[in-house]
């Protein structure tokens, strides 16, 4: 009953919005990751573990965690030489306060297997224009999107040996999607079907995927691991099926990475990550805006979106054990830049261009070995300047972004034996 009330709870926290770092991902998973730039193919700390690899819940024993993360961006855009009189720089800020819970528990079953499940917010994007943006919309009506992923991720474990442990996880996901203040769009000249492009409220989305991994501990002091997420294929956005490419899909795009961990002093341990994420693969976020906008209509399979690229994610932290009660974390994080200089009309509702995260974090052990855990990231500002960005039919010129952000999170979790 206790772990049932904990999970529903964690459910209805998770229907709060969020932004993310890595493209739309989050830039680590589990409070404790966090506090070392992401990483955790190949170190497991809790049972957040199979947000990252599914292999790790096999190494964490019995544990609960749970937490949540306060998350800030500070989104900018503006508009430069544009033959209207719109030249100018316009803030997305009216929301910017989010915060994105965190749950996980893991039994071990035998010495071979363990059962658990994760709950965490995979991404989303969030902007919100108080004043509207007139490229979009000619009346000054707000403007922006609210897009929220949830996952629940049941993972089971096997020990093949001593140094070798396996896991799957069931990507069981959750979206939510609003578009406000897109009108100029919202027409048969632009869209397959304009009723279906904007303030149609939020509209929601389910789908499923796999995610596999492994950890092999090379010897006592070397582990390396190795992840594989399959595409999470979702439902339709239906309210919103002349906005997103083929008839409102919106995919969670398939990702994989390897890691290691070092324990280079009975106290200190490194680890590193490099990621792959292919949101190329989802023709919603991936399709460029020209030629596709004059070509075909938004809501069809070759339908404008947000000219995303594949993206490069690489993570390095340091975990010290200044002693038997406190743990100090330090981490970095950089991801290759998603959005190409020629696509940034449309990313000025979805401006994830910070490519820098310096993170820092902690753990207390409390008395009755419960564990305290916080974490700080700051994405360092950074900016995309357009190049032929705004097609002549809107009148020329160029949409720049800008974006920096910081978070602070919060984690509880005990071990049950």
């Not at 743990?327 to 696509?343: C, D, F, M, V, W």
Request: glycine fraction near 12%; hydrophobic fraction near 40%.
């Amino acid at each position: 009953m206790k772990l049932q009330k904990l999970l529903i709870a964690a459910l209805a926290i998770a229907s709060t919005n969020a932004f993310a770092t890595d493209g739309y991902f989050a830039h680590g998973y589990g409070v404790k990751s966090q506090g070392m730039g992401g990483v955790g193919i190949a170190l497991p700390q809790d049972a957040l573990a199979a947000a990252t690899n599914p292999a790790g819940m096999g190494l964490i024993g019995d544990r609960i965690d749970f937490g949540a993360t306060w998350f800030r961006p500070i989104r900018e855009s503006e508009i430069v030489g544009n033959g209207g009189p719109i030249n100018d720089v316009y803030k997305a800020n009216d929301t910017k306060n989010f915060i994105i819970p965190e749950f996980g528990y893991n039994k071990v079953i035998n010495d071979q297997l363990t059962l658990g499940v994760s709950v965490y917010g995979n991404g989303g994007m969030n902007t919100d224009y108080k004043n509207g943006i007139p490229l979009f919309n000619p009346t000054g009506k707000r403007t922006g999107v609210d897009l929220m992923q949830l996952f629940i991720a049941p993972t089971a474990t096997w020990k093949i040996n001593s140094a070798n442990t396996v896991g799957v996880t069931v990507n069981l996901a959750y979206q939510r999607f609003e578009a406000k203040g897109l009108q100029n769009f919202a027409n048969a000249m632009y869209s397959s079907s304009p009723n279906n492009v904007t303030d149609n409220g939020h509209d929601s989305s389910y789908g499923a995927g796999l995610k596999f991994g492994w950890i092999g501990q090379l010897n006592d002091q070397i582990s390396v691991g190795a992840t594989y997420q399959t595409k999470t294929y979702m439902s339709k956005f239906d309210k919103y099926k002349g906005l997103f490419a083929e008839d409102g899909d919106f995919d969670v795009p398939a990702n994989y990475g390897i890691g290691i961990a070092i324990k280079a002093t009975p106290a200190l341990t490194l680890a590193a990550d490099v990621e792959r994420i292919e949101y190329s693969d989802v023709k919603s976020i991936n399709n460029p805006l020209l030629p596709n906008f004059g070509l075909a209509q938004l809501g069809t399979n070759g339908g404008a979106g947000f000219g995303w690229r594949d993206v490069t994610v690489t993570k390095i932290g340091a975990s010290y054990a200044y002693s038997d009660c406190l743990t100090l974390r330090a981490g970095y994080n950089h991801t290759t830049q998603p959005i190409p200089k020629s696509e940034t009309l449309f990313n000025m509702i979805a401006p994830g261009v910070v490519q820098d995260h310096l993170t820092l974090g902690a753990t207390w052990t409390l008395s009755d070995k419960s564990e305290l855990s916080l974490s700080y990231m700051h994405a360092f500002e950074n900016s995309v300047n357009g190049t032929a960005s705004i097609p002549s039919t809107f009148g020329g010129g160029n949409a720049n972004l800008k974006m920096y952000e910081d978070s602070i999170g919060l984690a509880y979790g005990w071990k049950l034996q």
